[in-house]
């Protein structure tokens, strides 16, 4: 017994030195993390938000307390969100939550004193003592995080308003390689005013919803989510019938791998997708359109970068009769629509292009008229002036748009393409120019819609009879392809370009046309 006491003895000593002195030695190597990590977050943010700092880091032996701020400056006010950090230091931290071992136990709630005083009062009124969220961290010794979201539920009502949130929660896990795996789960919450004045009615109901994110040594970001259907419904300010706006379940899907490391470009796929959008009034119309997506897919070859995007809609359905005179139109509809644009660019343009959006996307956050500061305005006018500049082999754009379908299909498609040996800004004569080019086109109408419209059946006469327009069945179609300086129009060699070569032989007065475009952008 003796001897069991000298050891914890010697032990609960161990114990007292060892923890404080412990904690102090990583409490100094948690600050010097969370500047590094604060530098390395700004060199992303910064370009499209703003600033992130510390404005309050107090030390102290077993815990600090530090405040980050993230200041967003704007041509009116300055805006700032704010956040307290509580962190526990390790090894052996004790928290609110209980013991934990390791490096760090980091707990973060919302700096209320950072909004503005009108903003601060509707969030006390909402939430009064309680945090409107609650973020807690572990650190584990390898620098590895294991991270618990908690959003605070809300049962809030003032005079006609009446708002309604069960909260939500949600776990994410990094290890110290950067590889993130977790989720965000939200109930459905509801918002209504029920006003003594019919017509300022309205309801907003959202179901629940769920993201997923996962990423990999690679620095591929994999997520996924689902928003639950949305309703909204208010009344008509003439006469007070309900006017409802309904959306099926919302469903995202993306996997991104930056195009170099340290590079905002991204490479990859995603796609969103809605299976309806009704619009409904009990008096004047009922419909919905069906099927909704978005995809894009970025790739790189090297030095150009490929970027496709593709809406599409299923189609327009609806019970209301529909007029005979618009039927064609009714069918094109419920045929569904796409369209689609590509665009390959040097990667060095791509790089400057988000850049620039980025900051436009922070004056216009912070300034809500929407005009950009004069400096963005001129560092456009550089950008396109160097796009210019920078069209080489393999520039080139596409477009398609596609209503309808089988009989009732109405579409255009244009493709061009630079695909000179030398820059396009080095290419001396028109035809020069024209011979780097490869450019295809096509137009496809219903003959419904010719026979129904005089005005366009005298346009296409000249058309059809230089063979620029042709029948094909219950169609008028036109393919035309520019390549190596031969234009072919519906497969049969066009002479025009021929026949006007000599007006094409003219210098290109290329500084006059960029100085033209600039002065045009700056008025």
């Known amino acids: 017994m003796k001897r069991t006491a000298i050891i914890l003895s010697i032990v609960a000593v161990i114990l007292v030195i060892a923890v404080p002195g412990g904690a102090f030695f990583l409490g100094s190597s948690i600050q010097s993390y969370s500047e590094e990590a604060v530098a390395e977050a700004n060199a992303y943010i910064s370009p499209a938000i703003g600033e992130l700092s510390l404005p309050v880091y107090n030390k102290g032996l077993m815990s600090s307390e530090i405040v980050s701020r993230l200041d967003i400056e704007g041509e009116e006010d300055d805006s700032s969100l704010a956040l307290n950090h509580t ?6 931290a004790f928290t ?26 509707g969030i006390n009124k909402i939430y009064g003592e309680e945090e409107p969220f609650i973020i807690t961290s572990l650190i584990d010794y390898t620098g590895g995080q294991a991270i618990d979201i908690d959003i605070t539920e809300v049962d809030y009502k003032k005079d006609t308003i009446s708002f309604r949130f069960d909260g939500g929660e949600g776990q994410f896990n990094a290890n110290a390689n950067g590889i993130t795996t977790g989720n965000l789960d939200f109930t459905a919450f509801s918002l ?22 996962d990423s990999s040594s690679d620095n591929t970001v994999t997520s996924k989510g689902v928003m639950g259907g949305l309703e909204w419904r208010f009344a008509n300010e003439d006469d ?15 996997s991104q791998t930056p195009i170099s490391e340290g590079s905002t470009l991204m490479l990859g796929t995603s796609s969103a997708s809605v299976p309806n959008v009704k619009f409904r009034s009990s008096e004047e119309f009922d419909f919905s359109i069906n099927n909704l997506a978005v995809t894009t897919d970025t790739t790189s070859d090297g030095s150009m970068m490929t970027a496709e995007v593709i809406y599409s809609a299923g189609g327009v359905t609806t019970d209301m009769p529909i007029p005979e005179e ?7 509809a419920g045929e569904g629509a796409e369209m689609s644009f590509q665009a390959t660019l040097p990667i060095s343009l791509m790089e400057d292009l988000t850049e620039l959006q980025q900051k436009a996307n922070k004056a216009q956050f912070s300034n809500p008229s929407g005009d950009l500061p004069p400096e963005l305005e001129e560092e456009l006018v550089e950008m396109i002036e160097g796009a210019i500049k920078s069209v080489s082999k393999g520039t080139g754009l596409g477009l398609g748009v596609r209503l309808g379908g089988g009989e ?12 000179g040996a030398k820059p396009m800004i080095e290419q001396k004569t028109i035809l020069e120019l024209i011979q780097a080019l490869e450019i295809k086109a096509g137009l496809n109408l219903p003959s419904a819609i010719i026979e129904s419209t005089p005005a366009l059946q005298e346009q296409m006469m000249p058309l059809l009879a ?29 002479p025009m370009l021929e026949q006007m070569a000599p007006m094409l032989m003219g210098e290109i007065p290329w500084e006059e046309f960029i100085q033209g475009m600039r002065t045009g952008l700056t008025q």
């Open 96 to 121: 609110p939550h209980g013991v934990k071992l390791g490096y760090a136990y980091v707990i973060t709630t919302l700096n209320r004193e950072a909004f503005p005083d009108e903003l601060n009062e």
């Open 326 to 332: 618009f039927k064609l139109y009714s069918d094109m």
């Open 408 to 419: 009732t299909e109405t579409s255009v498609l244009a493709d061009v393409s630079y695909m």
């Open 192 to 213: 209504r005013n029920d006003s003594e004045v019919d017509s300022e009615d309205f309801i907003v109901r959202l179901k629940d919803s769920t993201f997923t994110i």
């Open 87 to 92: 962190v526990y230091h390790g090894p052996v």
């Open 240 to 254: 007070g019938n309900p006017f409802t706006i309904s959306m099926g379940e919302l469903t995202m899907e993306s």
């Open 466 to 494: 230089t063979g620029s327009i042709v029948q094909k069945g219950s169609s008028f179609t036109m393919d035309a392809e520019l390549k190596d300086g031969l234009l072919k129009t519906n497969g049969e060699v066009n």
